[in-house]
């Protein structure tokens, strides 16, 4: 066995004794705070774009780039203090002073090389006619499901600067704040399977009756809304872009609550389309996938040429990229439960995760295998980015 040393913040140092198969992997001690702010620095200022689109691009790093989903938001103290004042999601998320002002509280704190806007999947949907609103306990609440056709007719297009000028605003000026390449600014959007699910639920569910009752009693009618949502996709998609979206994450949530033949069917179709239209309109953004619990989907979701899957963290790393192939980047996939435990654990599985994608051979972006969760201790936090902003590839 061998032990490597992992330096953090601060004076104290973490020792991990890991198997003889990661000799390979070497992490260079970094007890300095401020070489890896110099670091940075430097690669900001001699490298066009940041770290992340460079990875993206295979372009020779010494780490992975690191951010993680969900990190802005409700598990930082500075966020929970601003709901006392602004209390409702709708009112942080759809202003755009609020909204920049989330987005960059973890940037603050950890300095990601991700930004990701602070903002929902359904906020452009009240644009399409679909009014809802999230509920503090419940979540989001759809107050009209949609189960016909002729409320799927009464479905608008689109028009991203009429009604979420906001994104638009927040986009521009979270570049504004990243300029120079110091992180790279992700936007990000719902699938349609995902986003149905929540219009005809009328919200969160547990069995998806009503979506399913849709599915198999009534296909044609949800497919008309299906397909007026993967074109308001990519009109958002577009959107987000030409306001500074460097990079776009696809969620599609609940698409593992289909059999993958019906996957196939309602929601393949439309990632596909969906990435298709938008490579042809910004060849240059990169598109990331991400399905929760997506173990019986992983070649299916390559089928749909995203440029980086996005693992959960059900789905084993090497498998994953076995079964979908080396072509593509991976981004993930620590289960977030583990900054729960302790920081020798953390810097452990953060480690082991940045090595199996090394191993692969693959471009990689160090995250989670889901957003990170409600209670997570910050200082947690603040070791897992302190862990992964110190690893060094072993070509380095």
Not at 294 to 309: K, N, Q, T, W, Y
């Amino acid at each position: 066995m061998q032990s490597l040393t992992c330096a953090t913040a601060g004076p104290k140092t973490t020792n991990v004794t890991v198997a003889p198969s990661t000799r390979r992997f070497n992490v260079l001690c970094k007890a300095a705070q401020e070489l890896e702010t110099n670091t940075n620095k430097n690669e900001a200022s001699s490298q066009k774009d940041p770290l992340l689109l460079r990875a993206l691009k295979g372009e020779k790093v010494e780490r992975p780039p690191v951010w993680m989903m969900r990190q802005a938001g409700r598990y930082m103290k500075v966020y929970q203090d601003m709901c006392k004042v602004h209390k409702t999601f709708r009112e942080r998320s759809e202003n755009a002073d609020l909204a920049v002002e989330v987005s960059l509280q973890p940037w603050r704190a950890f300095q990601p090389d991700g930004v990701i806007l602070f903002s929902d999947i359904l906020t452009p949907i009240t644009g399409m006619n679909i009014p809802f609103d999230i509920v503090a306990g419940k979540g989001p609440v759809i107050h009209d499901p949609i189960r016909t056709q002729s409320q799927v007719d009464a479905v608008t297009d689109l028009i991203p600067d009429d009604c979420v000028p906001y994104v638009g605003e927040a986009l521009r000026r979270l570049r504004e704040e990243m300029g120079g390449g110091q992180s790279t600014v992700l936007g990000f959007v719902g699938a349609p399977f995902t986003l149905a699910t929540y219009i005809v639920e009328g919200g969160m569910s547990k069995n998806y009756t009503h979506i399913k009752a849709l599915m198999f009693s009534q296909p044609d009618v949800l497919h008309g809304l299906l397909q007026k949502l993967a074109d308001a996709v990519v009109t958002y998609i577009k959107y987000q872009a030409d306001n500074g979206a460097q990079a776009v994450q696809i969620f599609d949530s609940w698409a593992a609550q289909l059999a993958p033949k019906d996957f196939d069917v309602f929601s393949g179709p439309y990632l596909k389309y969906i990435i298709k239209e938008a490579k042809k309109q910004c060849p240059d953004l990169p598109i990331i996938l991400y399905i929760s619990n997506s173990g019986a989907l992983i070649e299916r979701m390559a089928e749909c040429d995203p440029d980086v899957l996005s693992l959960c963290h059900t789905v084993d790393m090497s498998e994953g990229i076995n079964r979908a192939g080396k072509q593509f980047a991976y981004q993930g996939n620590m289960d977030a439960g583990i900054l729960f435990g302790d920081k020798d654990t953390i810097t452990k599985k953060v480690l082991e995760t940045i090595k199996t994608a090394e191993d692969e051979g693959v471009r990689h972006i160090m995250n989670l295998g889901h957003g990170i969760q409600l209670g997570t201790p910050e200082e947690n936090v603040a070791h897992f980015f302190e862990v992964a902003k110190s690893a060094r590839y072993n070509n380095n």
